[in-house]
Nanobody, 114 residues
């Protein structure tokens, strides 16, 4: 069973950058893709985008051009580089496997101040 741990969140001013990591305890080699999600206070969890094993990416329109996904299959880790952050990006960020999700990690809090 793959276990996921997100890290790298923090408090940043609008316009700043953060890099999140998602480390898997087991091998991701059997998984076709990884997705990033986020949940803002009082809102449902929102899909942010995904990255396939070969690096193809998809993004929700609100982050396209600002967020960049990458992955290191040898390290069983995926990354989310967040640039030009906005207050509306404030949320807990999660990763999970696709197409079949595993148990959710604890997420990592990102807070963007205006």
């Amino acid at each position: 069973q793959v276990q996921l741990q997100e890290s790298g969140g923090g408090l940043v001013q609008a316009g700043g950058s953060l890099r999140l990591s998602c480390a898997a305890s087991g091998s991701l080699s059997s998984r076709s893709a990884m997705a990033w999600w986020r949940q803002a206070p009082g809102k449902q969890r929102e899909w942010v985008g995904s990255i396939t094993r070969d690096g193809s990416t998809n993004y929700v329109p609100s982050v396209k051009g600002r967020f960049i996904f990458s992955r290191d299959n040898a390290k069983n880790t995926v990354y989310l580089q967040m640039n030009m952050l906005k207050p509306e990006d404030t949320a807990i960020y999660y990763c999970n496997t696709l197409p079949v999700p595993v148990s959710w990690g604890q997420g990592t809090q990102v807070t963007v101040s205006s």
